[in-house]
């Protein structure tokens, strides 16, 4: 992902935000010594970010599409009240092991529930209402995530998206995943059923409210 904005901002919005923490640390650590993509993890301003919307919506049930190494579902975990539950997808198993390891090292773990399998088949067996829903799995199948899960979300409820600039692609898309990327862009723009904004945040995050 090449970053939108100079390091040195991105730097200085870390610098102002809450810090993670030592075990967002460690975790961050052994993403990067652990396996091949750790610019995936979502870092430490959107993690915060994600927390807070988690917590401004009153959240009590959220579903994750694209768990990695766990770093977003953790946060998300953590704005959750107690019997607060957090829905997480993947399908890599080297990230599961990763993640759990790390769900069984924090107090927030236990809110934490992993769907092994393509996130697809896992939202077909899901029942609503669901209060947010952060989708950060494959890019192609972006506007597929989208129709399935907004009948879930109730209303006043949020779906955010990450990588929605994708890393300024947006603007002369190319490759299959640019394409998929506008699509969804576009259509969740063309959707009135929503309140929208796209956030200028790290990788653009499109944050959709249900009316
Ligand atoms: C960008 S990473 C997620 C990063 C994560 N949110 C974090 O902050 O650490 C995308 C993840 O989606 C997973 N993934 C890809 N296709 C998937 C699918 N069809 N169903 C579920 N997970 C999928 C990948 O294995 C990968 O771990």
Redesign the pocket.
């Known amino acids: 992902m090449d970053p939108l904005l100079p390091p040195e901002i991105e730097d200085y919005a870390a610098a102002h935000t809450d810090p993670p923490g030592p075990l967002y640390e460690e975790l961050a650590e052994a993403t990067r010594a652990r396996t091949d993509d750790p610019q ?3 870092g430490p301003v959107e993690g915060a970010l994600l927390k807070m919307l988690v917590q401004l919506c009153g959240a009590r049930r959220v579903l ?10 953790l946060k998300m975990a953590e704005g959750l009240p107690d019997g607060g539950e957090l829905i997480t ?4 198993p080297h ?1 599961e092991a990763i993640a759990r390891e790390f769900h069984r090292k924090s107090p927030h773990g236990k809110k934490i529930t992993v769907r092994m399998g ?3 088949e896992t939202i077909a067996t899901l029942r609503g209402p669901l209060d947010l829903v952060f989708i ?3 890019k192609e ?1 972006y506007p597929e995530y989208y129709d399935a899960v907004l009948p879930l979300v109730r209303s006043g409820g949020l779906i955010v998206a ?1 990588n929605t600039l994708w890393s300024g692609r947006v603007l002369q898309p190319r490759r299959k995943t640019d394409l998929a990327i506008v699509a969804f862009n576009d259509k969740v723009a063309r959707d009135d059923r929503v309140e929208k904004v796209l956030l200028t945040v790290r990788d653009g995050i499109l944050i959709a409210r249900k009316k």
């Open positions: 995936m993890q979502v994750e599409i694209g768990m990695f190494t766990g770093y977003s579902g997808c993947e399908i890599d990230a393509p996130a697809l950060d799995a494959d199948h990450d």
